[in-house]
C-alpha cells in the first residue's frame, strides 16, 4: 500500500481537510492518506471540525501530528498545502506543492472558499492518479 502525506504548517485546517477528502473520494484502497504538519498546532479548530462536517466527513478526535523521517520513510508522495520553504524534504519522496493560502485568519465564508477548493483540487488529484 502507498501513503500519501498531505501536509501544511500547523497540520490543523489544509492538510486536515485535504487527507480527509482524500479518503472520501478515493476509488482505490492501495493508497492511504496521512495528515501532517511542520510544526503542528495544539488542536484541530472546531470551525475546521464544523466546515469539514458540513461537507459529510467527520474529524472527531483527530490530533495534528508532526512529519518525522520516520513518517516520511513510509510515504510515497508529499502533497505540501503552503508552507513554502519550511516544508522539510525526504530524499526519494515525490512532492507535489500546492500554493494554498495561510487559513488562519479567514472569515467562516473564506474558509468555505478553501475547502471546497481543496475538496476539488483532491478529486481532479485522485482522478489524475487513478486513486
Not at 32 to 42: F, L, N
Not at 43 to 49: A, K
Not at 101 to 107: I, Q
Amino acid at each position: 500500500m502507498a501513503n500519501i502525506v498531505f501536509m501544511c504548517m500547523h497540520n490543523a485546517i489544509r492538510s486536515r481537510m485535504a487527507a480527509a477528502f482524500f479518503s472520501k473520494h478515493r476509488t482505490q484502497d492501495r493508497v492511504k492518506a496521512v495528515s501532517a504538519g511542520v510544526t503542528p498546532a495544539a488542536e484541530v479548530p472546531d470551525f475546521v471540525r464544523n466546515i469539514i462536517q458540513e461537507a459529510d466527513v467527520d474529524l472527531s478526535g483527530i490530533k495534528p501530528v508532526k512529519l518525522t523521517a520516520e513518517l516520511a520513510k513510509t510515504v510515497s508522495t508529499i502533497v505540501t498545502l503552503g508552507c513554502g520553504e519550511a516544508c522539510p524534504h525526504f530524499p526519494g519522496v515525490d512532492v507535489v506543492d500546492w500554493k494554498l493560502a495561510d487559513s488562519k485568519d479567514r472569515s467562516l465564508g473564506e474558509a468555505r472558499e478553501m475547502r471546497n477548493e481543496i475538496e476539488n483540487k483532491i478529486k481532479v488529484f485522485n482522478a489524475e492518479n487513478n486513486y
